[in-house]
């Protein structure tokens, strides 16, 4: 488990997003009304979709804690917003970046050891900024072959 350590600069998106828990998980929900309408945006750079979670400062994975999760898309800037989504600015900060590989039944196992293995044993605390998956062209959500970058906020100790 090797992260690329860089710099995602400071990015603006448009989307949509929900509030809820691990208990209560609505990435699907959120998900499925963000894609029809994707298209709606103007101004996107790229193709690739963002999985944004905004953990609140005192976050500590407990599965009925709730937290903030987005599907967006990256703009330029955020002129003519669809009806019903809404904006959000990412800062420029430091990341370790994971590439993770293999369907989504398997991803929490992923992020589970890069919480209790890597995170502990780097010379980096986690950063409370937001925590972001790239769905790129690699990305096909169910399949054993389908890869994601993971983003995971981070600053020296």
Do not use: C
């Not at 709606?40 to 400062?57: K, R, T």
């Amino acid at each position: 488990m090797n992260p690329i350590i860089k710099t995602f600069p400071t990015t603006k998106f448009i989307g949509k997003n929900l509030l809820f828990t691990y208990t209560d998980y609505r990435a699907f929900e959120l998900w499925s009304s963000f894609m029809p309408r994707r298209n709606e945006i103007q101004n996107a750079i790229g193709s690739e979709l963002y999985n944004i979670q905004i953990n609140p400062d005192d976050f500590d994975f407990q599965p009925n804690k709730p937290f903030v999760k987005w599907a967006a898309v990256a703009v330029s800037s955020f002129e003519n917003i669809p009806e019903g989504m809404e904006s959000l600015l990412i800062p420029e900060g430091l990341y370790a970046v994971f590439n993770y590989k293999g369907d989504q039944a398997n991803a929490s196992e992923f992020f589970r050891k890069i919480y209790t293995k890597w995170l502990p044993n780097s010379n980096y605390e986690l950063d409370n900024r937001p925590q972001f998956e790239i769905l790129g062209e690699k990305y096909n959500r169910n399949h054993p072959e389908s890869e994601e970058d993971i983003y995971i906020p981070i600053k020296p100790i």
